[in-house]
């Protein structure tokens, strides 16, 4: 092994042990006890089994398995495991780690033959599965001269992804990325490890040809310009980093041709994107958009929330350089055995932005006290499928999200949860007439897109920062939201008018020790202070709802403004104070 500084051996170990006593982590999140080996069916979250196990994949439903959210079954099945338990065999030699994860890849495909059951129902699940396989297969030193049992696996897995390719890529996301990841690496590591299997070969090399060609033209069409990624989500943002990353480790391994200059520089921005996103000292960021709890193909001990070891790769990859001084983010560098020297930086530093293409901008504050603060607006400008988050503005503070968004839950909650988490309310912006800002079409779908009436420029004025933007939607409701900082003071103006009943202006807060006094809210990291130029007609505070992990839900407070008919003009004037919470 290159170098043990930065791996926390014994978290890793507990970990495993953890997994030796079957108990398995969810979601980054929550451990389950669901046996060695595990269930691989079960739900254990409410207990329930999937019966229709042996079933084609093609005749079981998404949303209406009768165990709830189908995601808690895959999770099992991606095959996170796998690194937990080859890490830890690879630190202390112990067989019992090995035999485990031999035991249960061999129970997984008795318990789950070719294409029968939940597990075999999405491609990109089964392109995730394999490439943590063949990730560990890496990692214990067994991926060039593999067992029989591992080549079937792999070559079962492709046959499964290839036919319906077409229908991940369709979907314009993280689906066709991952597929054709699956079938690039899977293809190319074929290709040299069984050279006198002429079938095989005949396979691999269309599995590996096919996932470059899609590989170039989902990265091509996928990330913009600028780095914005189709799925406006900063989760499945660091899952397309996580695939590429993996994707350029095993070209680099196999010898292969370099992709396309396009190919790097989209890496590339896309890389810097997530850099900007991200704090510095905690490896967190807004959690902006859908959040599933992936952490793929993770050589790293640190949490789902850090996402240091994906940018921190990402830039060593694709920009040239570190983003973030040694530290515990650097492990997976040991497991890959890549060398790093200490110089190697990137150049890359946080700054104010505008990102057009994607619709986001950022703003850096630095204050005298040593102190800083930033913003991000999310604002319409959308090329791919839109969520209801239009004018959405998170501010964090000395790395905490005083202002932040509410995250995903689940993708098959029950009710009020399901339209809770997936609606304008769950966001840091105005909700017209206690709807969404578009016309949900079905579960992942809006019509009516908005399109922004104005985008403002980034402007310096009297030594603070200037942002503006709005929209108009399909009923006439108009927002026009500036956002603007000097030192310690962040003032957030919005103007509405064109609706019916009502308008309501939601400040999602951190957990801290809020009190509302007459307009202002207090805090121990903040003051909020409301005035408008009409009559408030609801002024309050109440409680709220977060996911910061897939599947968990903790309450929060939120600040609620309601005004009613005609134009408006609310003003949200903050000050920051010290303290974090």
């Known amino acids: 092994m290159a170098n043990i500084d930065n791996i926390n051996c014994s978290l890793i170990i507990t970990h495993a042990d953890r997994l030796l006593e079957g108990q398995l982590d969810y979601f980054s999140n929550k451990f389950k006890l669901v ?14 089994y999937l019966k229709a196990s042996q079933r084609h994949w093609s005749r079981i439903n998404d949303f209406d398995t009768g165990v709830g959210d189908i995601k808690v079954i895959w999770e099992a099945s991606r095959f996170t495991w796998t690194l937990i338990l080859a890490r830890a065999f690879r630190l202390t030699g112990d067989q019992s780690y090995l035999e485990t994860l031999n035991a249960w890849i061999g129970d997984w495909t008795a318990k789950n033959p070719v294409n029968a059951g939940p597990n075999w ?3 990109q699940e089964t392109a995730i599965r394999m490439l943590q396989v063949l990730l560990a297969a890496y990692i214990l030193e067994q991926a060039w001269d593999p067992e029989t049992s591992l080549i079937r696996f792999v070559t079962e897995h492709c046959c499964r992804i290839e036919p319906t390719i077409y229908y991940a890529i369709a979907q314009d996301n993280n689906h066709g990325v991952s597929e054709a990841a699956g079938l690039f690496i899977a293809g190319a590591w074929l290709l040299r490890i069984a050279p006198d299997n002429r079938s095989l070969q005949s396979q691999a090399k269309r599995w590996y040809k096919k996932g470059r060609y899609w590989l170039e033209n989902r990265v091509n069409k996928l990330v913009e310009k600028d780095g914005s990624f189709s ?10 980093l996580d695939t590429l990353n993996l994707v350029e480790l095993w070209r680099r391994e196999l010898q292969l041709t370099p992709f396309s200059r396009t190919f790097y520089n989209r890496a590339q921005a896309a890389t810097e994107w997530l850099f900007q996103m991200i704090e510095p000292e905690s490896g967190d960021g807004p959690n902006l958009g859908a959040n599933d709890g992936a952490k793929l193909f993770s050589l790293c001990s640190l949490g789902y929330r850090d996402f240091r070891p994906s940018v921190q790769l990402g830039t060593i990859l694709f920009c040239g350089g570190r983003a973030y001084p040694t530290g515990p983010w650097d492990e997976t560098f040991s497991w890959l055995n890549l060398s790093i020297q200490p110089k190697m930086e990137s150049g890359l530093s946080r700054s104010s932005q505008v990102f057009r293409d994607g619709g986001f901008v950022t703003m850096h504050s630095d204050h005298d006290d040593g102190t800083s603060a930033w913003g991000m607006i999310r604002f319409p400008n959308f090329h791919f499928r839109p969520g209801p988050n239009a004018l959405h503005f998170d501010l964090w503070f000395q790395g905490c999200n005083l202002l932040r968004d509410s995250g995903t839950y689940s993708y098959n909650a029950n009710e009020p949860w399901q339209n809770y988490f997936g609606s304008t309310e769950s966001h840091n912006t105005i909700q017209f007439d206690g709807r969404d800002q578009m ?3 079905s579960r992942f779908l809006y019509g009516a897109w908005l399109n922004a009436d104005s985008v403002g420029e980034l402007v310096e004025i009297n030594g603070g920062l200037f942002w503006e933007g709005g929209y108009t939607d399909f009923k006439g409701c108009h927002h026009k939201r500036s956002v603007f900082f000097k030192g310690a003071m962040w003032y957030v103006q919005d103007e509405v008018e064109g609706f019916e009943d009502r308008a309501v202006l939601r400040w999602r807060l951190a957990p801290d020790n809020w009190e509302l006094q007459n307009n202002k809210c207090k805090g121990d990291l903040g003051d909020l202070t409301i005035s408008t130029d009409k009559s408030v007609k609801r002024l309050e505070l109440v409680q709220g709802w977060e996911s910061r992990f897939y599947y968990e839900k903790t309450p929060l407070s939120v600040l609620e403004v309601e ?4 134009k408006a003009i609310i003003l949200t004037s903050i000050r920051l104070k010290g303290g974090r919470a």
């Open 231 to 240: 799925q406006y989500s900063l989760n499945y943002h660091r899952v397309l």
């Open 121 to 123: 129902k999405c491609g």
């Open 439 to 441: 016309p949900k079409l």
């Open 35 to 48: 046996g060695s080996p595990p269930n691989w069916f079960l739900n254990p979250f409410n207990g329930q």
């Open 563 to 566: 005004v009613g008919p005609g």
